[in-house]
Structures are given as structure tokens and as C-alpha cells.
Nanobody, 121 residues
């Protein structure tokens, strides 16, 4: 049974930084591309960053240059380092395995509880 546990969110001032973690279980983690999604109130869940099994990365335009995705296959964990945070980054952040030429499709229907990121002064 696939299981994702996201952590690391919190309240941060504009311009601040956070590092999110997502621990995966029940999957052959190292063979999957992994992605971070976010969902703001009243909006759809969107992919913000993805990392292939071999480490190549892809980012949404809105976070390029500010967010960095990485992974540790030994720990079955994917990370999202977020810097220069803006109020528009406020959302619940989720992870999932991803597929497709642009990693546009989540692999599993099961999602974790997410971690809340709030950017506010």
C-alpha cells in the first residue's frame, strides 16, 4: 500500500525559506519520478516541481529560481527547498510519484495529508 507523509511546512514571512520533506513507502521509490504539488484554497492541485529517477528536474515557471527539488533514494524521501517565499506560495503541499513527458500525471490515487505552507507578514 502506497503511503506519502509530507512534513516541514509552517508560517514564514515573505522572503523566508522552508524545506519540505516527503517520505514514501509501499513503492519502489528509486525507479519513480517524484513530484511536489500544491493546492491553494479554492484552486486545483498543481505540480510545482518534479525530479526524475536519475535526477533531472522540472519546475513550474512560478517557482523557477526559488525552489529546488532533490531526492534521497536511500531514505525513500523527496525534498523541496523553498526560498524567497511569496504570499502566492501559500498552499497545502503534497508529493506523489509522477509520469509523462513533462511529469504531468500523478501515478497514485492515494495522497498524503499534505503540509501547510503559509507565507504572511
Amino acid at each position: 500500500q502506497v503511503h506519502f507523509v509530507e512534513s516541514g511546512g509552517g508560517l514564514v514571512q515573505p522572503g523566508g525559506s522552508l524545506r519540505l520533506s516527503c517520505a514514501a513507502s509501499g513503492i519502489a521509490f528509486s525507479i519513480f519520478a517524484m513530484g511536489w504539488y500544491r493546492q491553494a484554497p479554492g484552486k486545483q492541485r498543481d505540480l510545482v516541481a518534479a525530479i526524475a529517477s536519475r535526477g533531472s528536474t522540472n519546475y513550474a515557471d512560478s517557482v523557477k529560481g526559488r525552489f529546488t527539488i532533490s531526492r534521497d533514494n536511500a531514505k525513500n524521501t523527496v525534498y523541496l527547498q523553498m526560498t524567497t517565499l511569496k504570499p502566492d506560495d501559500t498552499a497545502v503541499y503534497y508529493c506523489n510519484a509522477v509520469r509523462g513527458s513533462d511529469f504531468e500525471t500523478a501515478v497514485f490515487d492515494s495522497w498524503g495529508q499534505g503540509t501547510q505552507v503559509t507565507v504572511s507578514s
